[in-house]
Structure formats: C-alpha cells, structure tokens
C-alpha cells in the first residue's frame, strides 16, 4: 500500500518540475489558457445539465475553477 502524501508533497513536485524545466511552464508563457476558460466552463457546464451536476465528478474543484 502507497504512503499517504503529505501536506508539503504537492509543493515540492512543483518544485522539482520547475527546477528540471517544467514544458508546462514555458507554454503557459507563449500560450493564454484564460482564453480557453469560456468555452471550458460552458461545456462542462452543458455536460452537467445532461448527466446532473453531482454525477459529473467536477463538484468542488470545478467550482474552484469557475470562480478563477
């Protein structure tokens, strides 16, 4: 059984990637992800409607999202 992560453990991945050169992170540079942000919200949110939100396995996290 895998050890549960700890509460720094998110934080130091994050770390270590940007040490390493994170691809991520020099596209997000190039690339504005906010412009997808629109048309991300209102297909999940039409997804939902469909399939009723509690069953979408967006919950918490896409509110967090939605809010920015």
Do not use: H
Not at 6 to 34: K, M, Q
Not at 45 to 68: D, H, M, T, W, Y
């Amino acid at each position: 059984m895998a050890e549960q992560p700890g509460f720094f453990d998110l934080s130091d991945r994050y770390e270590a990637l940007s040490a390493a050169g994170d691809p991520l992170e020099r596209l997000s540079g190039v690339v504005d992800f906010e412009l997808f942000r629109g048309p991300l919200v209102s297909s999940v949110l039409q997804f939902s409607a469909k399939v009723g939100f509690e069953n979408s396995l967006v919950g918490g996290p896409f509110i967090s999202f939605c809010r920015g």
